[in-house]
Each structure stands twice: as structure tokens, then as C-alpha cells.
């Protein structure tokens, strides 16, 4: 709907018993992508799917990276890439 608003989409997104593709739609949306805390909810969903998750996990915040490559609520490779970004920025 184009009068949803964006704490609505923020509401969606962070839904653990959503379907995937609802998810998957909501990536694709740019408008809403810019926005940081539903990119944040949506990398925190575990029911997100990797494939959108994986390109939104680079614009985290290196705080956001370590909580997220120590959460057991994601998948195990989304810790693992977080881990592995984490360690590559805090080098820098």
C-alpha cells in the first residue's frame, strides 16, 4: 500500500512469523532500504532470507556487526559474515 508508513514497514520487517517473500518484497522497495532501522530489523528477522540479507549486512554499524555475529536468532551463515565484517573494519 504507498500510504504505509515507514514505522510500519520497521513493525513488518522486525515479524518473526512472516512469510519470506513479504520480507523479500520489502527489500526490494528502495525507498524503505534507505532507511536504517528497517535495514537493521530486517537482518535481525532469522526468517529474512540470506539472499536479501547477505548486501544489507555491509551497512551496518561495526556496534550492530558485533551484536549480530554473536546472536543465535540468525542464520549461521549471516553470524558468520557479520563476524568476518567485523573484524575487517575494526582493522581499518
Do not use: C
Not at 532500504?33 to 528477522?45: D, E, F, G, S
Not at 544489507?56 to 549461521?76: C, Q, Y
Amino acid at each position: 500500500s504507498p500510504r504505509i508508513t515507514e514505522s510500519e514497514v520497521e513493525a513488518i520487517a522486525s515479524m518473526r512469523n512472516i512469510e519470506e517473500e513479504v520480507l523479500r518484497i520489502l527489500s526490494l522497495n528502495r525507498q524503505w532500504v534507505q532507511k536504517y532501522p528497517i535495514i537493521h530489523a530486517l537482518v535481525r528477522n532469522p526468517k529474512a532470507p540470506v539472499g536479501v540479507v547477505l548486501p544489507l549486512i555491509n551497512r551496518l554499524t561495526l556496534r550492530d556487526l558485533k551484536n549480530l555475529s554473536s546472536d543465535r536468532g540468525v542464520p549461521e551463515v549471516v553470524r558468520t559474515s557479520a563476524r568476518k565484517l567485523y573484524g575487517q573494519r575494526k582493522q581499518s
